[in-house]
T-cell receptor, first 114, second 117 residues
Framework: QKEVEQDPGPLSVPEGAIVSLNCTYSNSAFQYFMWYRQYSRKGPELLMYTYSSGNKEDGRFTAQVDKSSKYISLFIRDSQPSDSATYLCAMILGYGGSQGNLIFGKGTKLSVKP | DAGITQSPRHKVTETGTPVTLRCHQTENHRYMYWYRQDPGHGLRLIHYSYGVKDTDKGEVSDGYSVSRSKTEDFLLTLESATSSQTSVYFC????????????????FGPGTRLLVL
């Protein structure tokens, strides 16, 4: 079983829709959880990160972590065509040394239609 | 892709030939990483560096070596390229381990597309 599972999609939604992107993981020791956005033929860029369980909001984006279920989510409200990209979840065990190395999901490709 | 360049951006080579990819940063960040990205596998860490001459292996290090003789440059070498090393290679940098301290982030370069025939 892969440590981090993410549905690759593709996911297609109309402009203005609420988008839900999800990842599950198997290692309960993961502490930090991140979402990256990657536009076509570009490098990933960090969108949000959270520590432990709970929600974190930044504008139209909300990241949610449920450690009891080993499940993380990214919600995008009022989605825009400019949100069309591949979204990667990532997580790390801790801080420092090899524990700080990112483990990525495979990414979900999102398309927001005007 | 602030302050990070990768060269070459595209390369086609033949099986068995050596290949070196270069990552150059102008941010003076301490940590540098090499990833490969493949369909069906996502991003996987090859090697990383936590300082000049300080490097360590990542998840998929077999067949790759790295060197860092200056803060700004991190080289990835495929000693004898194989078709399984056809991929998109990304370099990343951060000031702190994984870029989590003080809201710092791990910045990624634009990538190098390598095709091994």
């Amino acid at each position: 079983q892969k440590e981090v599972e993410q549905d690759p999609g593709p996911l297609s939604v109309p402009e203005g829709a609420i988008v839900s992107l999800n990842c599950t993981y198997s290692n309960s020791a993961f502490q930090y959880f991140m979402w990256y956005r990657q536009y076509s033929r570009k490098g990933p860029e960090l969108l949000m990160y959270t520590y432990s369980s709970g929600n974190k909001e930044d504008g139209r984006f909300t990241a949610q972590v449920d450690k009891s279920s080993k499940y993380i989510s990214l919600f995008i409200r009022d989605s825009q065509p400019s949100d069309s990209a591949t979204y990667l979840c990532a997580m790390i065990l801790g801080y420092g040394g090899s524990q700080g190395n990112l483990i990525f999901g495979k990414g979900t490709k999102l398309s927001v239609k005007p | 892709d602030a302050g990070i360049t990768q060269s070459p951006r595209h390369k086609v080579t033949e099986t068995g030939t050596p290949v070196t990819l270069r990552c150059h940063q102008t941010e003076n960040h301490r940590y540098m990483y090499w990833y490969r990205q493949d369909p069906g596998h996502g991003l996987r860490l090859i090697h990383y560096s936590y300082g000049v001459k300080d490097t360590d292996k990542g998840e998929v290090s077999d067949g790759y070596s790295v060197s860092r003789s200056k803060t700004e440059d991190f080289l990835l070498t495929l000693e004898s390229a194989t078709s399984s090393q056809t991929s998109v290679y990304f370099c990343a940098i951060s000031e702190s381990p994984s870029g989590l301290a003080f809201d710092e982030t791990q910045y990624f370069g634009p990538g190098t597309r390598l095709l091994v025939l």
